[in-house]
């Protein structure tokens, strides 16, 4: 009923910029917060950036300053910049919407997680 797909991942080296970017389209009445988690293998799930439907945003500490997240109605983006080696990591995006049915109701989605390779 909803999908959220992630896109623009890749390999860049120490310094460089990476945007990724991903839609959340379906069923959907409205969404709430968009964000962006990254998880490395055998370790939880990290929250990297949010962003909620008025704008208001949060960063992990590890990334202020270097990473911003916007949105344009069903698109969020992470504009990552002076990439590190230890922003290597499979980033995943979340949309937290309302389903349109009846009744409609609140759920968070992930999109299939895409990679990240920071390296020289």
């Known amino acids: 009923q909803v999908q959220v797909v992630e896109s623009g991942g890749g390999l860049v080296q120490p310094g460089e910029s990476l945007r990724l970017s991903c839609t959340a389209s379906g069923n959907i009445f409205s969404i709430h917060e968009m964000g962006w988690y990254r998880q490395a293998p055998g370790k939880q799930r990290d929250l990297v950036a949010t962003i909620s439907s008025g704008g208001h945003t949060n960063y992990a500490n590890s990334v202020k300053g270097r990473f911003t997240i916007s949105r344009d109605n069903a698109t969020v983006y992470l504009e990552m910049n002076s990439l590190k080696p230890e922003d290597t990591n499979v980033y995943y995006c979340?949309?937290?919407?309302?389903?349109?049915?009846?009744?409609?109701?609140?759920?968070?989605?992930w999109g299939q997680g895409i990679q990240v390779t920071v390296s020289s």
């Open positions: 979340n949309a937290d919407v309302t389903v349109a049915t009846i009744p409609p109701y609140e759920y968070g989605y």
